[in-house]
């Protein structure tokens, strides 16, 4: 039988003994420490790991003065060659940030402004042969913008700057706040502030310029076939019976056209006339029963919605292509009844987010 041993004398490369070194460095680099009590190391061999090794500072340097050839020597990945490019040289239709928070003004439509935290989100298009952008740029934009315009006003100069800065094709700009009107009681002359989620969106696409305003709309929706067969129960048999209603949520979108402004308060009542039974602020027992009056003098299913909105948004000439997007979270049901209405291009779509309709659950 043979047996083959490992050659004990083989010559090490420079190569060889660099790796051993650098893995050796990085051990000792994560805590790592050799027991010298092995008679088989020399403690010169731990030593001379530590030769060419550079002391580095671990304090904040608090004095570092920032010059500009300092500054031109920093690093920039996001701007480098194609040959950095990880994956597939392709276009990236958007990329940017989300949830960027800021006070941003907007105007009533009576006289006044408000001054509300603003949630944005921007993205722009980058090019087959760019690694990336620089997603600071957007922020600062906004920053340069925000004391001095309002609403749709900011939305453009920061495009504008961020879309010629990044060298882009397309953008795209949301901003989503909370915005605040006061609403009166049904009966009993008490007033509050309801909150509408608005979100104002300006899209720049091939050279055109798109501006979007989206509406979350909350209200009672009672179903109708179930209040026939309540009434049908109290009057064939004496029975008492309540028909199921619900917290529903419609989200509006609509594209501004023309010169003339659509404000925030124009939209909202735009719902109201359609779907009458919005949810209540302040509530007292006479506001109750006005309420279950109210519903049961508007009982909706989910398409009459749909219809209702589209009815009133197709009166007013301020309002192009829009979507409508309604969400019945039923009592009745463990699943929610919804409903698409789309009118023009801009919206038309063929696949759902898998995640759309879980958004319009209002959280309060």
């Not at 603003?118 to 980058?126: E, I, R």
């Not at 900011?154 to 901003?175: G, P, Q, W």
Request: aromatic share 8%.
């Amino acid at each position: 039988m043979n047996i083959h041993t490992r050659k004990l004398e083989s010559e090490i490369s420079e190569s060889e003994v660099n790796e051993a070194l650098s893995v050796l460095k990085k051990w000792r680099d994560q805590g790592g420490e050799i027991d010298l009590s092995n008679e088989n190391i020399h403690p010169s061999e731990v030593t001379n790991l530590w030769v060419d090794y550079p002391k580095l500072n671990d304090k904040y340097p608090t004095e570092f003065n920032l010059d500009a050839d300092y500054k031109a020597s920093l690093p920039d990945l996001q701007n480098g060659p194609s040959s950095l490019i990880k994956g597939s040289n392709q276009v990236i239709q958007h990329v940017g940030i989300s949830n960027f928070k800021l006070p941003i003004r907007y105007r009533l439509r009576g006289t006044g402004e408000r001054t509300l935290e603003t949630s944005v989100t921007g993205s722009v298009s980058l090019g087959a042969d760019k690694k990336g952008i620089n997603m600071s740029r957007i922020m600062r934009s906004f920053y340069k913008h925000s004391e001095e315009q309002f609403s749709f006003s900011v939305i453009e100069a920061a495009l504008d700057d961020y879309k010629t800065d990044l060298e882009s094709f397309d953008a795209r700009i949301l901003m989503k706040f909370s915005f605040p009107m006061k609403v009166g009681s049904l009966r009993s002359n008490l007033s509050g502030y309801q909150y509408y989620d608005i979100s104002l969106e300006l899209i720049d696409q091939d050279g055109l310029r798109t501006k979007v305003m989206h509406l979350d709309y909350v209200y009672s929706s009672t179903c109708p076939c179930s209040l026939e067969l309540s009434e049908h129960a109290r009057k064939s048999r004496g029975q008492l019976a309540t028909p199921h209603s619900q917290r529903s949520v419609a989200r509006i979108s609509v594209v501004l056209k023309g010169n003339d402004r659509l404000w925030f308060e124009d939209i909202i009542e735009h719902c109201r006339v359609a779907v009458p039974t919005e949810t209540q602020v302040m509530v007292k027992r006479e506001d109750e029963q006005a309420f279950a009056e109210l519903n049961a003098a508007n009982p909706i299913f989910v398409e009459d919605a749909a219809r209702l909105f589209c009815k009133n948004l197709k009166s007013d000439d301020r309002i192009g292509d829009f979507r409508i997007i309604a969400s019945h979270q039923e009592s009745l049901h463990s699943h929610d009844a919804i409903s698409i209405l789309t009118e023009g291009s801009t919206f038309e779509t063929v696949s759902i987010d898998p995640y759309q309709f879980s958004t319009l659950v209002h959280r309060g």
